[in-house]
């Protein structure tokens, strides 16, 4: 029965390997881009506390979570609490010590020696907060600090890791990461830290504490606990995967030992960072998870080394296979046997170790490659980018680098370049038997697949051809319209432009002859008239001929035309008085109908800007002491509702047989008794209409040519819930 189930799993294997091999890459790449894309945030600002105080009145740490790092009031060997704080500060005493955090307390000079690694101290940071995050609640992520703690926020105590005390025998060191909230209770906020070490030669706060806004900062912990849940789970998975293969085939021994190495540090990835294995496990005791996080980190050179031999015989001698096993045996032992305060000295030189077999594996993968043995280039460059990223946690550690937790990163990228040259080795072994039938098939499949390519790139090219001559026709059209519009706006200017010109150059001439000396001074003045008229009269063709050819862009938005028609009437009532008429609002009756009710999406600039047309126009044929009047209403025709803008005058009024032509471009309407020059170029009427049916509306004007006339703007009203602009 085993022989037969052993038969099926390897025919199983021999058949879907290379399938279940590109589901897995797939999964990862798709996972490794996702996590480290979302938990990438922009820099934090650089701020750092001075003399124990971090200055935050400009910084909104709310939105903007930084890390507190800079100078801590510091008190060694005491443990104090807020309370016996503030009781010296009161008798007058003040901190005179302060560290810089993060750092550990080894080797920080005081009274003219230098401190080691255990032993307990007092922590104190008080931050200043801006007047946006007094009333906010924020959050502190604490990192694993060495080796038990005690935070208290203003003058409460929020969180306690393992316990402090001032004896070995009255502390119980623990390992995790903690997120804890609080509300400011004013404008600072004094952060009080009891520290206790005895278990490590390292003490204090050696990682950075980072201070934001609890959602900021829940959500970033969020993501970077579920990017190392991912980053553990692929390598688990992968050095599973690779241990069945050898289980099926022990032949080749290359599949153990990359399954034991992915495996094992993927048991690592989950004790150090966000260290996951106390939220899966939090009663976990410390010394077994520097074991076992120590207890892998010494094996994984000899393992690695013996993978290598596997891929490539040539690569490892006899002597270095020696000098590997004396020296990781010699480095287990250490560890197993000895207490954490001895074993995590020899970070330095354990180190050392693996990075030396790193490098000689780089040495001899470089040998390889230069005689172009399969998969060496792949493997160099892999093991590279491991070796730099395994060395900056070494560094991280021991504090000379500011970049934490790289290894499993670079550690996975190695092992998915390895897991893919393992994978293809496996499958051309098992797949031999088959090699035979699969070239026939392949040559088949090459044929048809020749005949869809043929098919394939003849519609490509057709497609290639069809949109290079649409985007030739659309560009041809885009030509056409803006030569249009060229042509146009010269006719105008033309046409519009010759009359005052020729004015301005008898003026001119009458200035040269001395035809009326006497008059100069009214002829220049003539002339300045007729220069701002023609400036004016470009401008306004110039904005017309682009509404006529649609180069006018818009910003439609939904807007309150009961609160616009109150701001332009509060923003023009001024400007139409000053010329000495009444001007007047009436929308009372739409008002207490509801806000909502009249809605219309618009641009509102290019609105106000017809209305004001109208209104410009009703104030020049408006005798002084008359009337200009804005009311607005409601109708509605075929189910669709429609906002009607009303601006009347008490004017001189307008023929009814040309209220058709007062919109038409040019046309000019002069009432008797006003100047021809007081009548306008006729632009404003015509670029109003352009404005209203660019909103799908209408523009019409209504008078019996003796008591004034009524402008009519009819507006669609949006039936939308979006957002209203009031």
Sequence with gaps: MEIGASFIMRGIFRSGS??????????????????????????????????????????????????????????????????????????????????????????????????????FATFRLVIELSEQDRNERLALRMPTIFHAYKLWVNGELLTEVGAVGEEKSSVTPQLATKLV???????????????????????????????????????????????????????????????????????????????LFTALFGIRSMLVGEHLITKLWPAIPWEMQFKIEYLILCS?????????????????????????????????????????????????????????????L???????????????????????????????????????SPIANTSPLGLLVFTIAQMILLSSRFARTASNEERIARELQDTNNKLIEMNMNLERIVEERTHALTKAHDELRISYDRLLHSEQGRKKLLAYITHDLR????????????VQDGVMPERNEQYLKYIRENTIRVNRMIEELTFLSHLETGQVSYRMEPVDMVH????????????????????????????????????????????????????SNAMKFTLSGGLVRITLAVDEVKDTRYAIIRVQDSGTGIPPDQLEQIFDRNYRYVPPGVEKGGAGNGLGLAICREIVQAHGGTVRAESDGQTGAAFYVTLPVHSGRRKVTA
């Design 564 to 615: 616009f028609l109150r701001r332009f009437y509060e923003q023009y009532e001024l400007v139409v008085r000053d010329s000495g008429v009444d001007f007047l609002l009436e929308i009372e009756e739409v008002e207490d109908e509801g806000r909502d009710l009249l809605v219309v999406e618009m641009d509102e600039h290019r609105i106000e800007q017809a209305l004001f047309n109208i209104v």
């Design 18 to 119: 290379r399938t279940i091999l590109l589901h897995i890459v797939a999964v990862i790449i798709v996972g490794l881009v996702t996590s480290f894309v979302v938990v990438s945030t922009p820099d934090s600002p650089k701020i750092q506390s001075e003399e124990g105080i971090l200055d935050l009145t400009r910084v909104h740490v709310n939105k903007n979570p930084l890390t507190l790092q800079g100078e801590w009031a510091y008190y060694w060997q005491e443990l104090l609490s807020p309370e016996d704080i503030r009781s010296r500060m009161e008798s007058g005493e003040k901190a005179d010590r302060y560290i810089n955090i993060p750092s550990s307390w080894l080797g920080y000079p005081m009274d003219g020696q230098e401190l080691n690694g255990t032993g």
């Design 300 to 360: 994984s050179g000899y393992i690695i080394t013996m993978y290598a031999s596997c891929i490539f015989p040539q690569s490892v001698s006899r002597w270095f296979h020696l000098y590997s096993r004396i020296a990781t045996g010699t480095l287990c032992l250490v560890v197993a046997v000895t207490p954490a305060l001895i074993y995590t000295k020899l970070l330095l030189l354990i180190g050392a170790v693996v990075v030396l077999h790193m490098v000689y």
């Design 499 to 510: 009359l005052p010109l020729a004015s301005m150059l008898g003026y001119v001439e009458a």
């Design 362 to 400: 780089i040495v001899g993968l470089v040998q390889s490659a230069v005689r172009r043995v399969e998969g060496a280039l792949i493997f160099l460059l892999v093991s590279m980018v491991a070796l730099v990223t395994v060395v900056n946690d070494f560094l991280y550690f021991n504090e000379w």
């Design 181 to 259: 909230f609080f509300q400011p209770e004013n404008d600072t906020v004094e952060l009080v830290l009891q520290v206790s070490n005895f278990h490590h030669h390292r003490g204090g706060i050696t990682k950075n504490i980072e201070l934001g806004g609890s959602d900021a900062l829940t959500v970033k912990t969020n993501l970077k606990i579920a990017s190392e849940m991912f980053i553990t789970a692929s390598l688990l998975v992968i050095g599973a995967y690779h241990l069945l293969l050898f289980v099926l085939r022990r032949k080749d021994r290359a599949p153990l030992y990359f399954g």
